[in-house]
T-cell receptor
């Protein structure tokens, strides 16, 4: 595996479910990011982790809970989501937490029913 | 609260140069200008970034106006693989202010 991988690629969940998105980077980077891309809105930065410490949380609802157990893995835990949370969730990594030259994964297409 | 303005779409012929404009009239002195592109069904891909001087890399060139209120991404010879949405982004010292706009959808005709 190379680059940034995300699983699953597609996810359908009900509003009462709990699920997790996984991201793994194979680039030796120290920073990882979660973004949300909705159909009619620009890409939105959700969370930033640098050296496994959360350094940014852009007013994201608590039903989204990130976890970064090590510099190669990032999770987004989901619970009691709303239909408006349906979107493409993208993970990215960069060498450090400054955000330069981010490498993105292919995303997880989430549908909340 | 968009900080960049780009045309919604542009069209180019294959093997011709493409100039993608971006306006950022409220740019501050410490804002870097980044460009990413997103091919269909893929995550965004880094293209280039700069602060004041023009920049070149293997993918593209970035021309920054002297007053820094606008910039242009230049693809020297468009290929069909360059068809994507191109995002012009400003990043300031506060990392959480990393604004993606709506981007320009580039269509490349054979």
């Amino acid at each position: 595996e190379t680059g940034v991988t995300q699983t699953p690629r597609h996810l359908v969940m009900g509003m009462t479910n709990k699920k997790s998105l996984k991201c793994e980077q194979h680039l030796g980077h120290n920073a990882m990011y979660w973004y949300k891309q909705s159909a009619k809105k620009p890409l939105e930065l959700m969370f930033v982790y640098s050296l496994e410490e959360r350094v940014e949380n852009n007013s994201v609802p608590s039903r989204f809970s990130p976890e970064c157990p090590n510099s190669s893995h990032l999770f987004l835990h989901l619970h009691t989501l709303q239909p408006e949370d349906s979107a493409l969730y993208l993970c990215a990594s960069s060498q450090d937490g400054t955000g330069y030259e981010q490498y993105f994964g292919p995303g997880t297409r989430l549908t909340v029913t | 609260d968009a900080k960049t303005t780009q045309p919604n779409s542009m069209e180019s012929n294959e093997e011709e140069p493409v100039h993608l404009p971006c306006n950022h009239s409220t740019i501050s002195g410490t804002d870097y200008i980044h460009w990413y592109r997103q091919l269909p069904s893929q995550g965004p891909e880094y293209v280039i970034h700069g602060l004041t001087s023009n920049v070149n890399n293997r993918m593209a060139s970035l021309a920054i106006a002297e007053d820094r209120k606008s910039s242009t991404l230049i693809l020297h010879r468009a290929t069909l693989r360059d068809a994507a949405v191109y995002y012009c982004i400003l990043r300031d010292d506060n990392f959480n202010k990393f604004y993606f706009g709506s981007g320009t959808k580039l269509n490349v005709k054979p």
